[in-house]
């Protein structure tokens, strides 16, 4: 796999001030890897965009820091989560003679009979399987044709992919499916929704009809009422000056 070039230069602004470089339209970063010192360095934005392009996390950087040169893979970048410009590089240096593990990216190419013929929907509950392999045998991506899947519940799984197994180790599940077609609706959604519909239907049956109050309620005022007389009851006083005198009687 071809070196893409990019020029960085070591840093030494850091912490809080980094933000000075941004504004210049530069991006604070670092160089870490097996038995490598971390390295503060800085690359321009504009550069660096062209370079992710092209590369993505799989292909090998020829990173120019000063004289030396170093075979770096872009293992992370961090990015406003507002404005989405980018404020960090992370650069893996790599032996080119030592395998590495990385997330490899996977592209659905084809068209799915089943979703063409409107019969079932594409599932893709996978997006990347994670590989290991010599960094100049990592590829950019691994296809997944979907030419093929023209039933409900056809799939693919790790095991069908068409990777040079000879090279690249696949680190995933073999079972693990990556693309499948499912129902339209499935059978799950179905369940649901009857018993939402039930559910309403049940509310709809127990709501008192309009303007009509439930039997078991009293009218406003006479909870009160009805308590008072019981309390006054209970002392085995009359209530007005009327049952004194009958009482004295």
Same mark, same amino acid.
Request: proline share 5%; aromatic share 2%; no cysteine.
């Given at each position: 796999?071809?070196?893409? $070039? ?21 991006? $604070?970063? #670092?160089?870490?890897? #097996? ?9 321009? =934005?504009?550069?660096? %965009? ?19 040169? %170093? ?16 404020? #960090? ?5 790599? /032996? ?6 990385? /997330? ?13 013929? %409107? ?18 045998? &990592? ?21 069908? &992919? ?42 709809? =049956? ?8 439930? =039997? ?6 006479? =909870?009160? *009422? ?10 085995? *006083? ?11 009687e």
């Amino acid at each position: 796999m071809e070196q893409i $070039p990019l020029v960085a230069e070591k840093r030494s602004v850091l912490g809080r001030k980094v933000k000075s470089l941004r504004r210049q339209g530069i991006i $604070p970063a #670092h160089v870490f890897g #097996h038995k490598v010192k971390t390295e503060h360095i800085q690359v321009k =934005a504009h550069d660096f %965009k062209k370079v992710f392009e092209t590369a993505g996390e799989t292909g090998i950087i020829a990173l120019s820091v000063g004289t030396e040169k %170093k075979p770096v893979l872009i293992r992370g970048t961090q990015v406003h989560p507002l404005t989405d410009d980018l404020l #960090h590089i992370d650069f893996y240096q790599v /032996n080119l003679s030592e395998k590495v593990t990385v /997330n490899v990216p996977l592209e659905i190419i084809g068209e799915s009979p089943a979703v063409e013929k %409107k019969i079932g929907l594409l599932l893709t509950p996978v997006t990347e399987v994670e590989v290991e392999a010599l960094p100049g045998d &990592l590829p950019e991506n691994i296809e997944v044709d979907i030419s093929n899947l023209t039933n409900i519940d056809d799939e693919i799984k790790v095991k069908d &992919l068409k990777v040079d197994r000879s090279k690249i180790d696949v680190l995933a599940d073999e079972e693990l499916v990556v693309a499948q077609v499912g129902e339209l609706i499935t059978k799950e959604m179905e369940a649901l929704e009857a018993e939402v519909e039930a559910e309403q239907a049940e509310a709809a =049956a127990a709501a008192p009809a309009e303007g009509e109050e439930s =039997a078991e309620a009293p009218a406003e005022g006479e =909870a009160a *009422e009805g308590a008072e007389e019981k309390k006054v009851a209970q002392k085995g *006083e009359p209530r007005s000056s009327d049952e004194r005198e009958e009482k004295s009687e």
